[in-house]
């Protein structure tokens, strides 16, 4: 139930505060945690070095995760997320950048949205490219920040490799 409510709050911080933090500013405010930046690059990096144990560094240590993708199923947990980049890490050959165009921090909820751009160079015969916009809840415990929630959403797929709009 605890969980619950932290995803309950964190998703009404999303929602209140979504319009300031899209704008692709920083806040004088943001600028004084440099930790929040630091787990999202940290998760960057795991993902582009496909590096599993750097990628669970970054999620909660008490297992609470997460994971809503477009066309899919909700994952929930730290293991099933896991288990689902294990996966998609097997995939050869797939690139993907971001760029950080929003945060909202708060005491200890708080959330960043990420401009990311996924690529694959030949996916049947051809180049795939996933435009996407994502937002990333992170919970601060006594260990630091950590990511308890991932919404990915597709702005624009093609077959062709995409530039950052933000």
């Not at 051809?126 to 937002?135: G, V």
Request: net charge negative; with cysteine; hydrophobic share 40%.
């Amino acid at each position: 139930m605890d969980y619950l409510k932290k995803m309950t709050v964190g998703l009404l911080i999303i929602v209140t505060t979504l319009g300031t933090s899209c704008n692709g500013s920083i806040r004088e405010k943001d600028k004084i945690d440099s930790g929040i930046e630091a787990v999202i690059e940290k998760h960057y990096l795991a993902l582009s070095t496909k590096n599993l144990g750097l990628l669970e560094s970054t999620l909660s240590p008490t297992g609470g995760m997460t994971l809503i993708l477009p066309a899919s199923e909700v994952v929930y947990g730290v293991n099933a997320f896991m288990d689902f980049h294990k996966a998609w890490f097997d995939l050869p050959d797939w690139t993907m950048d971001y760029k950080i165009i929003g945060i909202e921090r708060n005491i200890s909820l708080s959330h960043v949205v990420v401009e990311s751009i996924y690529f694959e160079p030949d996916r049947e015969g051809k180049p795939y490219c996933n435009r996407m916009i994502i937002t990333y809840l992170l919970e601060k415990s006594e260990t630091g920040w950590h990511i308890i929630a991932d919404h990915a959403s597709s702005v624009l797929k093609t077959d062709y490799k995409q530039e950052f709009k933000h």
